[in-house]
């Protein structure tokens, strides 16, 4: 089984996949009477068509060694996770190589991280480590099929070296 050691969660290292959502660096404007600091639209939510929706997800906690059986994609919209409860959550990701994952890279959040997947990125599923997660989800809200699933006929193992 092949083994893919995470990594720490930056916006550098992510960014072919889509976009990190966390406070980093000057705000880039104070609000509400200089007492909170605005980070500015960080992320680039990308529809094919319908609307932006909200969710509220609850996740069962996973453990590393995580055996990665599967990724999905969503073609016609991105998808964010903004955690709730401040649950770390192991990241899988991987580029398309031909309607199928490619090569996988794996990243585990901070506590305040969350993600913005690009439109069509192959993604693992919802995975908060230890502990049980609350997540809100800001995804595309419409008709048509914004799902596509790989199986991997052998799985994948993230973990630790």
Do not use: K
């Given at each position: 089984m092949a083994r893919i050691a995470p990594q720490p969660l930056t916006a550098?290292?992510?960014?072919?996949?889509?976009?990190?959502?966390e406070v980093a660096g000057q705000p880039d404007k104070m609000i509400n009477q200089g007492l909170c600091g605005r980070?500015?639209?960080?992320?680039?939510?990308?529809?094919?068509?319908?609307?932006?929706g909200i969710s509220i997800f609850d996740?069962?906690?996973?453990?590393?060694?995580?055996?990665?059986?599967?990724?999905?994609?969503h073609p016609l919209g991105s998808q964010a996770f903004v955690p709730m409860n401040g649950v770390p959550f192991l990241v899988t990701v991987?580029?398309?190589?031909g309607a199928r994952p490619g090569p996988v890279?794996?990243?585990?959040?901070?506590?305040?991280?969350?993600?913005?997947?690009?439109r069509g990125v192959w993604h693992g599923v919802l995975a908060p480590l230890q502990f049980?997660?609350?997540?809100?989800?800001?995804?595309?809200?419409?008709?048509?099929?914004?799902?596509?699933?790989?199986?991997?006929?052998?799985?994948?193992e993230v973990g630790p070296d």
């Open positions: 550098a290292a992510f960014a072919a996949f889509g976009d990190v959502l980070h500015h639209d960080r992320a680039q939510l990308d529809f094919a068509d319908g609307r932006a996740a069962e906690p996973r453990h590393l060694p995580y055996r990665l059986e599967m990724m999905e994609r991987a580029p398309d190589a890279s794996a990243f585990v959040t901070g506590a305040a991280q969350g993600i913005n997947l690009h049980r997660g609350i997540y809100a989800v800001v995804d595309r809200i419409g008709p048509g099929s914004n799902l596509e699933e790989y199986w991997f006929d052998t799985p994948r």
